[in-house]
T-cell receptor, first 116, second 112 residues
């Protein structure tokens, strides 16, 4: 069975400072991993995805994430936060071809607050 | 490609009433998923279709819930005898392979 743990329910940063949102996963198979962002009253938007190619994945809006199999982690980072980054972020795992139906399992989310 | 469409965007219903939501996936996508998201939580998997076949249902999907995808195109999710605990955002997503998922904007259900 697959699962995701987002280690922080709320992260607060100042504008222009680095962002780190932490995620650990559990999977019986080689996982695909995703980060989604959800702005208030908006739909889910894909930030980036890891699909067993390069372990450092670059996404939209300056975000990137590194897949570390030994640590079962997929932390999301950004060098410099912008006010528009304030949103809920979800780490997501899919077990792909070895698992069941490619369904996505979401973490509980991390609320990112960016202070001016 | 017009994305995944969900209708209605909002639904307010009285407890005990039946409601039905519709999802129109991206036309070439053969996979379709329904998720439920409650306040402060991540989306939870409800059910999955590949073409017209419903291949997996979560235990969250009680017998009051039913989903269909006739002809492998649009999908409907019906909730019978709604309860206040059914209040949530219902999300639909479609995909064509293991890595491509597109989510709709969701239907927000409020049961009063």
């Amino acid at each position: 069975a697959q699962s995701v743990t987002q280690l922080d329910s709320h992260v607060s940063v100042s504008e222009g400072t680095p962002v780190l949102l932490r995620c650990n996963y559990s999977s019986s198979y080689s996982p695909s991993l995703f980060w989604y962002v959800q702005h208030p009253n908006k739909g889910l938007q894909l930030l980036l995805k890891y699909t067993s190619a390069a372990t450092l994945v670059k996404g939209i809006n300056g975000f990137e994430a590194e897949f570390k199999k030994s640590e079962t982690s997929f932390h999301l980072t950004k060098p410099s936060a912008h006010m528009s980054d304030a949103a809920e972020y979800f780490c997501v795992v899919s077990e792909g071809s070895g698992g069941s139906n490619y369904k996505l399992t979401f973490g509980k989310g991390t609320l990112l607050t960016v202070n001016p | 490609d017009t994305g995944v469409s969900q209708d209605p965007r909002h639904k307010i219903t009285k407890r005990g009433q039946n409601v039905t939501f519709r999802c129109d996936p991206i036309s070439e996508h053969n996979r379709l998923y329904w998720y439920r998201q409650t306040l402060g939580q991540g989306p939870e998997f409800l059910t999955y279709f590949q073409n017209e076949a419903q291949l997996e249902k979560s235990r969250l999907l009680s017998d009051r819930f039913s989903a269909e995808r006739p002809k492998g195109s649009f999908s409907t999710l019906e909730i019978q005898r709604t309860e206040q605990g059914d209040s949530a955002m219902y999300l639909c997503a479609s995909g064509s392979g293991p890595y491509g998922y597109t989510f709709g904007s969701g239907t927000r259900l409020t049961v009063v």
